[in-house]
């Protein structure tokens, strides 16, 4: 199929990737327009523009598409179909037209479970257990299109947001894959009005944690905080980042630390403990391997 590609981070270049081993001729991919960044502030492409560019790729990052200029571009190049997957930019009625079969999204959720902006954050935060991707036909509502194709998967206990993107990306990536063999035979269905919940942008103010709540919150918190923005705390005066955790048997005071063959901190109900966590200015690393070096103090 002739296909138009919108995306931008690196959850959108695996799907790229697919679909350019799938055979799919790509007319264009749209993306993020480069932004200032590194030390010296330059221009940087996003992750979707340096790998099509390195594909032979053409690319085009508008900075909006409301433009009746814009629109005729887009509508010009004439695709069966647009794959849209974390582009960043509203699609206006006249771009989810044009393509013929509409565009299609991937949407890493079980809609309508966890519309919005940060579904992986939110899965791992909430406790879910399982989550997955749809393959969504686009329409003007945020995320409320009808499912063509939906593919679950497991969260595990000590799962974070960073190892549940690459794990979605990837079956993002061949769900697409195979809804495009059989886009002619799929059944569009509609998303129920029952168990809509909104994935809202995480907050850099949540990462901070309250060690007076249960285990199992902060270790949630935790783990669906990483990498980024992390959770954290003040310890000895430094501002640590916690990157990944699991509840404990301990039963030890709110904030109190102990040490043993790892790194292990009371909270309001049981304890957590410790698995990965970053010092100020330094890699992160396996709590064991931190402890060689450092003695904190015995509570946060």
Same mark, same amino acid.
């Given at each position: 199929m002739r296909i138009i590609f919108m995306g931008s981070p690196d959850f959108s270049v695996p799907v790229l990737d697919a679909l350019v081993r799938a055979g799919h001729e790509i007319a264009c991919v749209y993306c993020q327009p480069p932004r200032p960044a590194g030390r010296g502030k330059n221009d940087r492409p996003t992750p979707v523009q340096a790998r099509a560019e390195v594909l032979g790729l053409p690319v085009r990052h508008p900075v909006s598409l409301k433009g009746a200029d814009e629109q005729a571009d887009f509508a010009a190049l004439?695709?069966?179909?647009?794959?849209?997957?974390?582009?960043?930019?509203?699609? +206006?009625?006249? #771009?989810?037209?044009?393509?013929?079969?509409?565009?299609?999204? #991937?949407?890493? =959720?079980?809609?309508p479970r966890w519309r919005g902006a940060a579904p992986i954050h939110r899965a791992i935060m909430a406790g879910d257990r399982r989550t997955g991707v749809c393959i969504m036909q686009m329409e003007a509502g945020l995320d409320t299109g009808p499912v063509l194709l939906r593919r679950e998967a497991e969260i595990g206990a000590t799962e974070t947001t960073g190892?549940?993107?690459?794990?979605? =990306?990837?079956?993002?990536a061949r769900a697409i894959v195979e809804a495009l063999a059989a886009l002619d035979q799929l059944e569009p269905e509609p998303q129920p009005e029952q168990g809509v919940s909104y994935a809202t942008k995480v907050d850099k103010a949540e990462a901070r944690v309250d060690w007076g709540r249960?285990?199992?919150? #902060?270790?949630?918190? #935790?783990?669906?905080?990483?990498?980024? +923005?992390?959770?954290?705390?003040?310890?000895?005066?430094?501002?640590?980042?916690?990157?990944?955790?699991?509840?404990?048997?301990?039963?030890?005071?709110a904030g109190q630390i102990a040490i043993d063959d790892g790194l292990q901190i009371g909270a309001g109900q049981g304890a957590v403990r410790i698995l990965e966590l970053q010092r100020p200015g330094r890699r992160p690393a396996p709590a064991s391997d931190v402890l060689k070096g450092w003695q904190p103090p015995q509570s946060v």
């Open positions: 004439k695709a069966d179909a647009a794959v849209v997957v974390a582009y960043g930019l509203l699609l +206006p009625q006249s #771009i989810l037209d044009a393509p013929e079969h509409g565009c299609l999204n #991937i949407h890493a =959720s079980l809609l190892d549940l993107h690459d794990r979605l =990306s990837a079956l993002g249960t285990s199992a919150e #902060i270790v949630r918190q #935790i783990n669906g905080l990483s990498p980024f +923005p992390g959770a954290w705390s003040e310890i000895g005066g430094e501002r640590v980042k916690f990157l990944r955790a699991r509840a404990s048997d301990g039963d030890l005071p």
